[in-house]
């Protein structure tokens, strides 16, 4: 056989899967209906590497196999076509963000197509086309009908590279997420989602959703369901109130000074004016330059400001110093908390550092607290003093005691709080799905009527780099109001794309829909999404949002269904030479360089096996040409033995016949297992296996020839979702029928322990024949084979019941030796019975009767006087004169060579 011209294979079955038109979906169909969906990409004109290929194997595989298991399968592709990245890299270039998208878009294209990835491109969507944007600005203008959009003057992440307003998610350790510049906070009039308006169903819909419990408790740690009270305290000379939320109201008495985030609005208007706002001014410019995590963090310096007010304690009437400190964050609670040094060691760190007051509001039981000797604040239960009417209460008592107080006296009330905040969605750029609203000095803020769809982005704008060039376009600004037809400015932002990735795997039940986003009888149909699969990175971002829209169309009465995505994986990321994958890294192998050297199949064989799909995986150059090696020897099996196969019905005729058919149906039905629970290495293992045996079976003697030939088809249909090209190749020429990729997912047999056990008994035997022959360290002349006693069946059988029970070797002999057809051979079994009561697993688990074991050796052994070039005799014990017919056991005839 020449070597395999893989590339010539690709191009040949792709154009035939073309043509049959195997992978459209429609609605209606008979079958039941399955949804596969990959995360869809950002175009890049970086094009996929090998990190992508493998999310997209994923997806391939498990589309592949449901299709043949007789799903109606959806398994579209499209692009998340709007965003800064697309943005940046136009200016970069000097191009038109359209054209760098389009232009992206097609080169993605063409290397999944070169994948024979087996999409409905039928289904196709970009986000930055007015068809999809359309319904971007429909959503909001329902969302704003019902108060979940919504304008505020707010402190914002402005990225200073990007020139853009980022979310709270898109900042890590205070970089930006994309150019990793650190980020500022500014007060800009911002346009919000309100997303916490669905916090606890975000949360309490997470126990119907079989998704990764990483993903879950991520979803549970970023929404932040805490149950605590909510205390408003006066501030002195001021109109304003200073809310906190606390879970520890039992702590209200021990407050020595609050503190403010340094960016809370209510600050600068605090301090304005004062002989603290220049210091004020100065303070918040460092602390906005830390990262949170280091702000947060245990071991970081706590540094603070007094800002020359105080807040007046709503029982005691106290006034309490406020701060402002860089431990104390926005997103968080309301942006100020009480501070009790006494009983919170961050606070206790920054009293001593500032010489505030601490003051003990709970007492250790066991030896009393001086405040002018703790070395660290004490933070375990206690009994309450120097707490009024609550002194001698236990804390814990007091928690709920201080909340209906400061209820009755209206200044706090039990509450629930959420670190989530609403979704800001404002973006200062071009790239991405104009905002549908208009100002009118008349009228305020007016929504642009829904028939007057979509606002299009328009695309004659200049690009500096610089912020926002819609902002300056006075062609794209000027507007009329929709109310008094006057003169009105329309809004400039644009929405953040997650708004476009929060519904798209709704617009693919049907994508080419005019009237409405969707067509509610195809949603019904596909909806929810089966299997998403994606990266773990999203888990607080686009799967929080896509939730939270889902809800929301489903409270608008559009959806049946309130959570989109039923089942989520999460693949791992791909690794080479100690780093992720990357074109920052240099260390990027693209599709093409592999593709020509080993064929694509070979890239998604490899990927696929050697390592756990959620597993990191370092990429290695001697894996995949394993993995090439393994399909030009299972492409070599079908090849060259051609002649062997046939179609007919598939009989067992003999001992080999039966374990073949045994390894077949266990195969089907492992692999099937392990297809379903995304454990795609140990199915690739498994057919790897299988193809060995289908090898030596053709080698070892007579083909039962419709078997091998069923069986030869049987490995290629589970190879089919792994590597689809090949497959194809060998189907055809092996006499399937159609293609593979349409062809019914074989059906897993019912085991065969009988064969099993023959299987077991083979494989014992020849490693006990290959031990022996090394002992003896010559060619063998002949060779006998002695099948054990009849009487040593009947006691296997009996001591494996009698394990059951007892593993007192003295115990189980003597029930034995009661017993006549054992007596005569009570010296042997002494010696016998301990052992195997020690050793359990020398019984096997299916015993043969010893006619069975006779005729399984003496029918194989033709193939062994071959193998081993000697006359080979099979004789049972009773009519063996050699001494060795007393070591022979079942499973383990004794061997003499001469």
């Known amino acids: 056989m020449k070597g395999v011209d893989f590339q010539r294979m690709e191009r040949k079955w792709q154009l035939r899967w073309g043509k049959a038109k195997i992978f459209g979906a429609k609605e209606g169909s008979k079958k039941k209906p399955y949804y596969v969906l990959e995360m869809f990409p950002y175009p890049s004109a970086a094009g996929l590497h090998m990190g992508h290929i493998r999310n997209y194997a994923m997806g391939d595989c498990i589309a592949r196999y449901r299709r043949m298991r007789g799903f109606n399968v959806m398994y579209p592709m499209g692009y998340d076509a709007f965003g800064l990245p697309a943005e940046n890299a136009a200016i970069k270039s000097k191009t038109h963000p359209k054209k760098y998208t389009e232009d992206a878009i097609a080169g993605i294209k063409r290397n999944q197509q070169a994948l024979g990835l087996s999409y409905d491109w039928a289904r196709e969507i970009a986000t930055c086309y007015p068809e999809y944007y359309k319904w971007n600005q429909f959503f909001f203008l329902q969302f704003f009908k019902r108060g979940l959009a919504y304008k505020k003057l707010a402190p914002v992440n402005w990225c200073p590279r990007c020139k853009t307003v980022l979310a709270n998610e898109q900042v890590e350790q205070g970089k930006c997420w994309r150019c990793e510049s650190h980020v500022e906070i500014k007060n800009l009039e911002q346009w919000f989602l309100r997303i916490t308006k669905y916090a606890d169903r975000l949360l309490s819909g997470l126990s119907k959703i079989d998704w990764p419990e990483n993903v879950k408790r991520m979803q549970k740690n970023w929404i932040g369901r805490s149950e605590g009270t909510r205390i408003d305290f006066k501030i002195k000379d001021s109109e304003k109130t200073l809310s906190v939320f606390t879970t520890r109201p039992d702590t209200l008495f021990g407050i020595t000074f609050m503190v403010y985030a340094p960016e809370h609005p209510d600050v600068m208007d605090l301090v304005r004016g004062t002989r603290y706002e220049d210091k004020v001014k100065k303070f918040i410019r460092s602390v906005m ?119 009755s006296i209206g200044r706090g009330k039990a509450t629930v709080e959420y670190k989530l905040r609403d979704w800001l969605i404002s973006r200062q750029r071009y790239w991405g799905t104009p905002i549908p609203i208009v100002y009118c000095d008349k009228c305020g803020t007016v929504p642009v009527p829904e028939r007057d769809l979509p606002v299009i982005l328009p695309t004659n704008v200049r690009f500096t780099g610089r912020g926002n060039p819609l902002a300056s376009m006075e062609s794209y600004i000027k507007a009329k109001c929709p109310k008094c037809e006057g003169p009105a400015r329309r809004e400039t932002d644009t929405m953040d794309t997650f708004v476009d990735s929060s519904w798209y795997f709704l617009r693919y039940c049907s994508p080419k829909q005019k009237s409405s986003a969707f067509d509610r009888k195809a949603v019904k149909y596909w909806m929810p999404v089966d299997q998403y699969i994606g990266g773990v990175e999203h888990a607080v971002m686009h799967l929080m949002y896509a939730r939270f829209f889902t809800m929301a169309l489903h409270d608008m009465g559009m959806l049946g269904f309130d959570e989109p995505f039923q089942r989520l994986f999460n693949q791992g990321i791909v690794y080479k030479d100690g780093h992720k994958m990357s074109k920052s890294f240099g260390n990027v192998v693209t599709q093409l360089e592999i593709s020509k050297k080993y064929g694509i199949d070979t890239a998604r064989l490899f990927l696929l096996f050697v390592a756990s799909p959620e597993s990191q995986l370092e990429w290695s150059d001697k894996g995949v040409q394993g993995a090439f090696r393994f399909l030009n020897r299972a492409f070599k099996l079908v090849h060259e033995n051609r002649g062997m196969m046939a179609k007919g019905k598939c009989r067992a005729a003999g001992v080999r016949d039966r374990i073949l058919l045994s390894r077949l149906y266990a195969a089907v039905g492992t692999v099937s297992e392990q297809i379903e629970g995304f454990q795609f290495n140990l199915a690739i293992s498994n057919i790897m296996e299988l193809a060995g045996y289908l090898s030596a079976y053709a080698k070892s003697g007579k083909v039962n020839r419709p078997l091998f030939g069923e069986a030869v088809r049987v490995m290629i249909q589970l190879m089919s979702p792994f590597a689809p090209h090949v497959a194809e190749e060998m189907w055809e020429k092996a006499g399937g029928s159609g293609l593979v990729s349409a062809s019914r997912w074989p059906a897993a047999g019912k085991p065969d322990k009988r064969a099993v056990a023959i299987e077991g008994l083979l494989s014992q035997l020849g490693s006990d024949i290959e031990h022996v022959l090394r002992i003896v360290r010559k060619k063998p002349k002949s060779m006998d084979l002695i099948v054990a006693p009849a009487w040593k069946y009947e006691l296997f059988r009996a001591l494996r019941r009698k394990a059951r029970d007892s593993r007192d070797a003295g115990m189980v002999l003597k029930a034995l030796m009661s017993e006549n057809r054992f007596r005569p051979h009570g010296k042997e079994m002494s010696r016998l019975v301990p052992a195997l009561l020690k050793n359990p697993d020398r019984i096997p688990a299916l015993i043969l009767t010893q006619h069975q074991e006779f005729s399984v050796i003496d029918e194989i052994r033709p193939g062994l006087e071959s193998e081993h070039g000697c006359k080979v005799t099979v004789q049972v014990a009773e009519k063996s004169s050699s001494n060795k017919a007393s070591h022979a056991a079942p499973g383990k005839p004794g061997i003499e060579v001469r």
């Not at 702000?295 to 603070?304: I, M, N, P």
């Not at 961050?346 to 002018?372: S, T």
């Open 289 to 407: 330059l830390e990262e949170r995590f280091e702000r947060t963090s245990e071991e970081s310096e706590k540094e603070g400001l007094f800002i020359g007010r105080h807040a007046i304690h709503p029982v005691t009437g106290d006034e309490i110093p406020i701060y402002i400190a860089n431990f104390v964050l926005m997103e968080y609670g309301t942006g100020a908390i009480i501070a009790v040094p006494a009983h919170d060691q961050r606070d206790f760190m920054f009293a001593k550092k500032y010489g505030i007051p601490i003051k003990v509001v709970i007492q250790n039981p066991y030896r009393e607290l001086d405040p002018d000797e703790m070395p660290r604040a004490y933070c375990d239960e206690g009994t309450m003093v120097n707490s009024g009417e609550f002194d001698g209460l236990s804390n814990t008592e007091a928690i709920e005691k201080i909340t209906e107080h400061l209820e």
